[in-house]
């Protein structure tokens, strides 16, 4: 079993869709989550954090589930720049390693 | 803005040649990844340096791969000798972890990237 693990996807949205996408890990002891994006040949980049008590960035909202193991990001009222593969992250408290879900490709069409 | 930065960009390479990868990591930075990024493995954990001494290179073939920090400013990734699995896209991250710490007090920074293949 890999220790993070996505949708597979991918997502085809039209604009203004509501679109959600689900993350496990394996770990019981990661301590940070993260959602990084990242646009087709380029570096991932940082989208959000994620909080135990659930956290909110404009259109995103990310939510954290540690009984189940289980991270999600909501994007609300999609636009076409939100076309991108989206990054579940997991950090193993004590370690510092960041290990990478296989992303999830979302495109959002007109 | 401040970047991590990688060179070269590209490389094309035959098979059995050496490669070397080279990151500069942001200045103040104490902790470097390297990742390697395929269609099939998706972002895959190479090495990981903390205060320039590696605490985890258990995803590299040891047998033909090797990452160093020779200074602060300077992490190396080789590959010798080179094979076409090797064609991937190879990331620099870097990112600031205080000591004791779980989490990171900066969000990782990664470079552009060096896309290599060998044939």
């Known amino acids: 079993r890999k220790e993070v693990e996505q949708d597979p996807g991918p997502f085809n949205v039209p604009e203004g869709a509501t679109v959600a996408f689900n993350c496990t890990y394996s770990?019981?002891?990661?301590?940070?989550f993260f959602w990084y994006r990242q646009d087709c040949r380029k570096e991932p980049k940082l989208l959000m954090s994620?909080?135990?008590s659930g956290n909110e960035d404009g259109r995103f909202t990310a939510q954290l589930n540690r009984a189940s193991q289980y991270i999600s990001l909501l994007i609300r009222d999609s636009k076409l720049s939100d076309s991108a593969t989206y990054l579940c992250?997991?950090?193993?408290?004590?370690?510092?390693?960041?290990?990478f879900g296989q992303g999830t490709i979302l495109t959002v069409h007109p | 803005d401040a970047r991590v930065t990688q060179t070269p960009r590209h490389k094309v390479t035959e098979m059995g040649q050496e490669v070397t990868m080279r990151c500069q990591p942001i200045?103040?930075?104490?902790?470097v990844f390297w990742y390697r990024q395929t269609m099939m493995q998706g972002l895959e954990l190479l090495a990981y340096f903390r205060n320039r001494a590696p605490l985890d290179d258990s995803g590299m073939p040891k047998d033909r791969f090797s990452a160093e920090m020779p200074d602060a400013t300077l992490a190396t990734l080789k590959i010798q000798p080179s094979e076409p699995r090797d064609s991937a896209v190879y990331f620099c991250?870097?990112?600031?972890?205080?000591?004791?710490?779980?989490?990171?007090?900066?969000?990782?920074?990664f470079g552009n990237g060096t896309r290599l293949t060998v044939t």
């Open positions: 994620v909080y135990s």
């Open positions: 200045l103040g930075h104490n902790t």
């Open positions: 992250v997991v950090n193993w408290a004590g370690y510092g390693k960041l290990t």
């Open positions: 991250a870097s990112g600031f972890r205080r000591l004791g710490q779980s989490s990171y007090n900066s969000p990782l920074h």
């Open positions: 770990n019981s002891a990661s301590q940070s």
